[in-house]
């Protein structure tokens, strides 16, 4: 896979295969986090993030939805090194599996998918930036939830909080709509989730 260094210009396709979802207790600690898994298909097609095991049921029946196997998945980028992030990378058994050892700021995955390093949750976090009618940044955990966004505080694990900070501003600068890490896809524009179906915007 040759990996270039541009802006992306062109178009893919973003798909939602599975929403994440991050539940808490009274006290705001985690009981359940589970990673939204997104496909990209440009001249190649790319999953991001595979979910904590356990998910490959939903995985397989989203990919099934779009009439596609794990075998025609040709890259597997995981947006950092958390399990609840790469529990089902086993499952894309002819993809090469990226992240931030082989991706640096600005490298080009696909045509059109770049990426952009996000540390901050985590010293590895990287997001991907792609075109698909508007500028969509799949951000992992540098953006978990849409409360991140709509009421500016970093993720609450963190390792860095002003690397955190600067991270959630370079992506929301960057896009019109953000994939979070554990919620739904939202818009920059106004926080609205989009509620538009499996393929978007």
């Known amino acids: 896979m040759v990996l270039r260094a541009r802006f992306p210009m062109s178009g893919c396709k973003v798909y939602l295969i ?11 600690c985690i009981l359940d986090a589970r990673s939204t898994v997104t496909l990209i298909t440009s001249d190649i097609r790319v999953v991001v993030d595979t979910g904590m095991a356990g998910e490959d049921g939903i995985i397989l029946s ?28 086993h499952l ?10 082989s991706l640096w700021d600005g490298c ?9 390093e996000t540390p901050g949750h985590s010293p590895d976090s990287i997001c991907l930036l792609c075109r698909s009618g508007a500028m969509i940044a799949i951000a992992g955990d540098a953006i978990p939830i849409r409360d991140n966004f709509s009421k500016w505080v970093p993720p609450r694990l963190h390792t860095d909080r002003e690397e955190a900070m600067r991270s959630m501003k370079r992506i ?3 896009s019109a709509v953000v994939v979070p890490g554990h919620d739904r896809p ?16």
């Open 18 to 28: 599975k929403a994440g979802s991050l539940v808490r207790d009274q006290e705001g």
């Open 62 to 89: 989203s990919l099934a939805g779009i009439g596609l196997k794990p075998e025609d998945i040709d890259a597997v980028v995981n947006t950092h090194s958390h399990p609840d992030h790469t529990g089902n990378n």
């Open 92 to 101: 894309f058994t002819q993809a090469q599996i990226l992240d931030h050892r």
């Open 108 to 116: 080009e995955v696909a045509e059109g998918v770049v990426v952009i």
């Open 172 to 174: 929301v600068a960057l």
């Open 186 to 201: 939202f818009r920059v524009r106004d926080g609205e989730y989009l509620n538009s179906g499996p393929d978007f915007p």
